[in-house]
Nanobody, 122 residues
Framework: QPQLVESGGGLVQAGGSLRLSCAAS????????SAWFRQAPGREREFVAA????????YYGKYVKGRFTIPRDPDKSTVYLQMNVLKPEDTAVYYC???????????????WGQGTQVTVSS
């Protein structure tokens, strides 16, 4: 089974940018759809962004569209979450996930990273 290792979380000021990384191992990266989710204390997990196995199609959550992107580098078996114009309400633990189904279906994501904390100060 693939392993997902996340990095890049930290503290950033509102309006700033941060890039999260998720490195995948165990299988060919190009065979997986990838996504990012986030969860703040006391809240349900929330969808952030997804990219299909080919890297040619993306989909974004309502509150991050226009600010976040989900690029990937298949040569490095890594998917990123580029976060721009960060807001305090973006503060959460961010998780990367992967699977071999449709990138638009949440049930696709059966492999998960450990999560990385993103804190946006005002």
């Amino acid at each position: 089974q693939p392993q997902l290792v996340e990095s890049g979380g930290g503290l950033v000021q509102a309006g700033g940018s941060l890039r999260l990384s998720c490195a995948a191992s165990g299988r060919t990266f190009s065979m997986y759809a990838s996504a990012w989710f986030r969860q703040a204390p006391g809240r349900e997990r929330e969808f952030v962004a997804a990219i299909n196995w080919s890297g040619r199609s993306t989909y974004y959550g309502k509150y991050v569209k226009g600010r976040f992107t989900i690029p990937r580098d298949p040569d490095k078996s890594t998917v990123y979450l580029q976060m721009n114009v960060l807001k305090p309400e973006d503060t959460a633990v961010y998780y990367c996930a992967a699977g071999q189904g449709s990138y638009t279906y949440t049930g696709t994501y059966v492999y998960w990273g450990q999560g990385t904390q993103v804190t946006v100060s005002s």
